[in-house]
């Protein structure tokens, strides 16, 4: 027996999606690094000797050796990337830990100051916007900064390092440092959280077509020298931090016309449009039917 539906079924106590969905407000919030803003120490150049990945509060996630590797990839085509303010690795310290290295840094500056003006000013004029250095953190402090963010690429930047034999003093990367002692511990949480980027990026299609794009534009970048066009390829695309992006299998779809698909069907048209030429009639009126 079917149940008859009353007007008290529901409906007016449960409103639509709709209904609720435009009874809310618009509301525009700040991004989480914009609200732990007043909590920043300092943006600058940290060794990874001095980068600890261990939590004090909570476990840090399980090390994934697969991204790690991709990462190291990444850096190998040539997007290491460490200034960009997306990549750099958020720590947590204290205030008189940054104070004084410091303090430290205007010492020796003073001590530098008298030596070579010239040098000196050379130097900060080609100095990187972002590229303060806490690279004496260990000599001043005797202490480690702790890693909220960004253990995958300190692991990644170690086995980069090693494996292009590169010094030592070049194991560093750019840090956000947060006042760890009064950061709260709602935007710590977030800051440790890795949020899946809400853009929509580029199909395969889209990359392609910029690619052309870029290929014939005269004052663009060249492409002729394949030892390179991977490299030149990455970093005109923005490819390298595209996880699982094909970089290789496009770079050889360039490198071999013959494998492009879109070239085979432009020869199959091309036959074709030869074929209607060769005809004695007018192949176009004929083709079109009696439409009478």
């Not at 525009?28 to 261990?54: I, N």
């Not at 890693?147 to 292009?164: C, F, P």
């Not at 360039?254 to 005809?279: C, G, P, Q």
Request: neutral net charge; glycine residues 4%; contains cysteine.
């Amino acid at each position: 027996m079917k149940r008859k539906h009353s007007g008290h079924d529901g409906s007016a106590e449960y409103p639509s999606l709709q209904s609720r969905t435009k009874n809310k407000p618009f509301r525009d919030s700040k991004s989480v690094r914009e609200r732990a803003k007043p909590y920043l120490l300092a943006v600058a150049k940290l060794h990874s000797d001095v980068l600890e990945t261990t939590w004090s509060r909570g476990r840090n996630r399980c090390v994934e050796p697969t991204h790690i590797r991709q990462l190291k990839e990444t850096f190998m085509r040539g997007s290491l990337e460490r200034y960009a303010p997306e990549n750099r690795i958020l720590v947590l310290c204290r205030a008189r830990e940054v104070r004084q290295v410091l303090e430290a840094k205007e010492e020796d500056e003073d001590n530098d100051a008298g030596k070579d003006s010239a040098s000196s000013d050379s130097h900060r004029s080609n100095k990187h916007p972002d590229d303060t250095s806490f690279l004496n953190w260990s000599a001043v402090n005797k202490t480690k900064v702790e890693v909220i963010a960004g253990q995958h690429r300190l692991r990644a930047l170690r086995e980069y390092i090693e494996a292009t034999g590169a010094s030592e003093t070049d194991s560093w990367w750019v840090c956000e440092l947060y006042d760890q002692d009064r950061l709260p511990a709602e935007p710590n949480i977030k800051l440790q959280v890795n949020r899946r980027d809400p853009k929509l990026p580029d199909n395969h299609g889209q990359i392609w077509t910029k690619l052309v794009s870029i290929a014939s534009d005269p004052n663009g970048i060249a492409l002729v020298d394949r030892a390179t066009v991977d490299h030149k390829l990455v970093e005109a695309l923005r490819l390298g931090g595209e996880k699982s992006f094909p970089t290789r299998r496009l770079v050889t779809l360039w490198n071999h016309e013959s494998l492009r698909i879109d070239d085979f069907w432009f020869a199959k048209l091309e036959a074709v449009l030869d074929t209607l030429d060769a005809l004695p009639l007018d192949a176009t009126q004929d083709m079109a039917g009696d439409t009478s």
